[in-house]
């Protein structure tokens, strides 16, 4: 009975981005986030976005950090006209400790901000507009 348990458990902590029954989980490429972001970040985002765009399944991984240096982490995982999205701030010593899953509208809003591009997701159960990436132009 232990041993279920265990395997249950293991199963719905590794498994989280399985979102959908029969299918494998999607293996998530890391994009860090930092106020000068390298081209191959800023490139792997544009990928995803065009993927999204394109109704093809894709993941990312951003991980930015707090001014004490912890990360927090937004993954995004697209399949079957669903966005995905995951806020992880447990590593962060002041957050709350809290884990946000919510499921957003794959249309990525691309805000022209004069010098740079802003990429907000829409459509969340959770109110608001939110910005998932920020890149120069």
Not at 95 to 124: A, F, M, N, W
Request: glycine letters at 8%.
């Amino acid at each position: 009975m232990v041993m279920r348990l265990w395997i249950l458990l293991a199963a719905l902590l590794l498994g989280w981005s399985a979102i959908f029954q029969g299918e494998a989980p999607l293996e998530l490429s890391d994009i860090v986030y930092r106020p000068h972001n390298t081209p191959a970040d800023d490139n792997r985002f544009l990928q995803f976005a065009e993927h999204v765009a394109a109704r093809e399944a894709d993941g990312v991984r951003i991980i930015s950090y707090t001014a004490e240096g912890d990360p927090i982490y937004l993954e995004l995982v697209y399949r079957r006209e669903e966005l995905q999205v995951r806020v992880d701030p447990t590593a962060d010593q002041f957050g709350h400790g809290q884990v946000l899953v919510v499921t957003c509208s794959p249309d990525l809003q691309k805000i022209d901000g004069g010098v740079y591009y802003e990429y907000r997701l829409t459509g969340c159960l959770h109110p608001g507009t939110h910005t998932a990436y920020v890149m120069p132009k």
